[in-house]
Structures are given as C-alpha cells and as structure tokens.
Nanobody, 124 residues
C-alpha cells in the first residue's frame, strides 16, 4: 500500500510563494510517476503538474506554467511543488498522487493513490 503525505500549505498574499512537499512510503518511489492536483470549493479536481520517475519529463497546466515547478528527490522519496507569483485563483486544496501505470498522465482517474491534501489560500 502507498501512503502520501502532503505538507507546506498555508496562507500567503498574492504574488508570494509556497513550496509544497509530498512524502511517499510503501513502494519503490523512484520508479513511479507523480502528480499534483488541486480542488477549489464547488469545483472539480484539476491537474496542476506531473513528473516522470527520473524527473526528466514534466507537464504543467496552462494556468500554472511559468509560475509553478514540480521536482522530486528520489533519495528522500519526496516530490515538491514550488509555487511562485501566486494568485487568488490558485486557492484550493492541493493533492499529491501517484499511479501504477507508466507514462505521463494529466487525468485524475489515471492515478491510483492520493494524499489527504493541503490547503493553499492566496489573499488579494
């Protein structure tokens, strides 16, 4: 079984930065693709970013491209989401996820394991 635990959320002013972390356990972390998603109140869970097992391939949602950076440290079984130039519309619960299948995926249904989420609130 896979366990994912997110941390690093909080309250920040518009234009500020936060770094989210997701610690994984229960499997060979370095072999698997990881993703970040977010869900605002009353909305669907949306794709934010994903990274390949090696870190060499990444994808971003258009809404965060150029502002967010996903990375991973396989020696620490941790994936990160560096968020810069935050906007009020970035406010959401952010979830870390991983999947059993290979390949980049941006659809939430492709992911098999999820963390409990961490709240990010950006004030204007």
């Amino acid at each position: 079984q896979v366990q994912l635990v997110e941390s690093g959320g909080g309250l920040v002013q518009a234009g500020g930065s936060l770094r989210l972390s997701c610690a994984a356990s229960g499997r060979t972390f370095r072999s698997y693709f990881m993703g970040w998603f977010r869900q605002a109140p009353g909305k669907e869970r949306d794709f934010v970013a994903t990274i390949s097992w090696s870190g060499g391939d990444t994808r971003y949602a258009d809404s965060v491209k150029g502002r967010f950076t996903i990375s991973r440290d396989n020696s620490k079984n941790t994936v990160y989401l560096q968020m810069n130039s935050l906007k009020p519309e970035d406010t959401a619960v952010y979830y870390c996820a991983t999947k059993n299948s290979l390949g980049i995926a941006t659809m939430s249904r492709a992911y098999d394991y999820w963390g409990q989420g961490t709240q990010v609130t950006v004030s204007s």
